[in-house]
């Protein structure tokens, strides 16, 4: 890239930077230091501000880079993302939305811990909780790190490096100082900024193709090399039983897992009523449908114009489609247009990213301090004393979150999101489901089902391709790959489910049937609801 794209990159995103940083301090000045101001912003953002810092969290770089980088070198195979996470939303928005914000406080443990022994539950929720939480941080820093390799035309590994530590660095300042209402405005101005990016995008596509969608495709596929298996299934998921079988897990993973992300169920806890949680996931599916539907056209138009070689030449993992098709729709590399237009895309995508770790890291860092820290100190934890391990907690998931991205800097974004996903749907979704449905769930099936989906999933992961055996694993050198699957979801979900089952089937403990009542009342009517 030119100096001239570096300078204006840079120049805007530290215009989004000292923004954020603004409503970040305008917002610590103004708090109460209580919990509840804390984790859930006071329960005051109207379904509206909510939908647009829902949909804030879920457009990730995952989203924005990730998905639009697949369809770009894969075609149709690449568009699963796109089917995942737009149908997650339906579970979410009809089995958990209204009832979490119903049975909880702050967090998913809050819920199950409603009927069972809190301390398991809340240390098995809340160690799963922050796995997850992790996983979906270190994607959103390779994101980061691949935007600043282009920025810097890949010269300067040390760059790339620093750019992820100032991406934690920025993260903690956020979650540290203004907590959930910060976090909140943030996103809600990076999802305009995102929408009103990916609209001006794809609008210059269509114009590019005189709105003829099947020139689009037919200059895609045509650029692709594979002609028209570029526009059919099975370019990346076709090679056989193995490739067939990680299609079905991720698919799985991707539907299943939204309602167990820890990120997106904190946020039914910052409306005021159970109705508001439920307008909110309205008005979120909205946008992400919109949004979604212009990343397929993107993509496309990123295989039509800039071609999959020029974007696997850039990043093999393609995380960069989006700012190489910005710059060729602007006029090109030298052009003024081009280098306005790549400048305003790269550091939207800056402010995707870091929007998105400062949800996630408040999220986590409310696991730990409400779930974890006051299970093993709960008779002398005050509220006050539980925000400052929260941010104390802030502080330590961002390293980790920094260490784990600097290592996994070479795969694709969307991808480590489906890890992310999958872990989510085999650890909280079973317990979630289990703890609102069933009437029978005990302590131990509890324990069991996080434990039971969440170590399967660690495990398989591990013994997976995507850490070693293959030229794009994280260890390349070495071969300790013993399960075939890159995506763990089509084994893990069912054994979370299975081991819930079991610990309660085999439990010597009988199930309360009055706090079991009691949660069904509260989850369906919001009766004593927070």
């Not at 991720?250 to 307008?279: C, D, E, K, Q, W």
């Amino acid at each position: 890239m030119t100096d001239n794209h570096q300078t204006l990159a840079l120049l805007l995103f530290s215009a989004f930077v000292a923004v954020t940083l603004a409503i970040t301090t305008w917002v610590s000045r103004n708090r109460h230091g209580s919990a509840e101001e804390f984790y859930a912003g006071g329960r005051l953002f109207s379904p509206m501000e909510n939908g647009f810092a829902i949909s804030g969290d879920y457009m990730s770089a995952a989203s924005f880079l990730g998905v639009t980088g697949l369809i770009s070198l894969y075609g149709y195979d690449g568009m699963l993302y796109v089917v995942g996470f737009l149908v997650a939303w339906l579970v979410v928005l009809f089995l958990v939305a209204e009832l979490v914000r119903n049975c909880g406080r702050f967090t998913l443990a809050d819920v199950v811990a409603a009927r069972m022994s809190e301390r398991p539950v809340r240390i098995a929720v809340g160690t799963s909780s922050v796995t997850v939480s992790v996983l979906y941080l270190v994607a959103q820093m390779v994101g980061a790190g691949s935007l600043v390799a282009l920025l810097l035309g890949g010269t300067s590994e040390a760059a790339r490096n620093w750019t992820v530590i100032g991406v934690g660095a920025l993260m903690v300042i956020y979650v540290s100082l203004g907590g959930m209402r910060a976090t909140t405005w943030i996103q809600i101005v990076k999802a305009v900024l995102l929408l009103g990016g990916a609209i001006a995008l794809t609008v210059l596509v269509l114009v590019r193709f005189h709105g003829d969608i099947n020139q689009l495709l037919r200059s895609a596929a045509q650029r692709s090399g594979h002609g028209a298996a570029f526009l059919a299934p099975g370019l990346k998921y076709g090679g056989g039983w193995t490739a067939r079988f990680d299609f079905i897990s991720l698919g799985l993973a991707l539907v299943l897992g939204t309602a167990g992300l820890p990120h997106i169920l904190s946020r039914f806890y910052t409306v005021p009523t159970a109705r508001a949680a439920r307008r909110s996931v309205v008005w979120a599916v909205g946008l992400i449908g919109g949004f979604y539907l212009m990343t397929i056209v993107l993509g496309f138009g990123a295989a039509a114009i800039v071609g999959p070689n020029a974007v696997r030449g850039s990043n093999a993992a393609g995380n960069t489609a989006v700012p190489l098709l910005a710059l060729d729709l602007g006029g090109g590399a030298n052009s003024t247009g081009g280098t306005v237009l790549f400048a305003i895309v790269a550091a939207i995508a800056f402010a995707t990213i870091l929007a998105v770790v400062a949800g996630i890291t408040l999220a986590s860092s409310a696991s730990v301090a409400h779930d974890l820290y006051a299970s093993l100190r709960r008779r002398h934890a005050k509220p006050r004393s539980e925000v400052a391990v929260a941010r104390t907690a802030a502080v330590g998931i961002g390293v980790v979150a920094i260490a784990l991205g600097l290592l996994a800097r070479d795969l694709n974004v969307a991808f480590l999101v489906g890890l992310a996903f999958a872990v989510a749907a085999s650890a909280n979704l079973p317990v979630l489901l289990y703890s609102l449905f069933w009437r029978s769930f005990t302590t131990r099936g509890a324990v069991w089902a996080v434990y039971g989906g969440l170590v399967p999933a660690l495990g398989l992961v591990l013994l997976s391709p995507v850490v070693s055996g293959s030229p794009e694993s994280l260890f390349p050198s070495v071969d300790f790959q013993y399960f075939s699957l890159q995506n763990p979801g089509l084994v893990s979900i069912p054994l979370g489910f299975l081991a819930g089952w079991l610990g309660t089937v085999t439990s010597a403990e009988p199930p309360d049937e009055a706090k079991h009542a009691e949660t069904e009342v509260r989850a369906l009517t919001g009766a004593g609801a927070v």
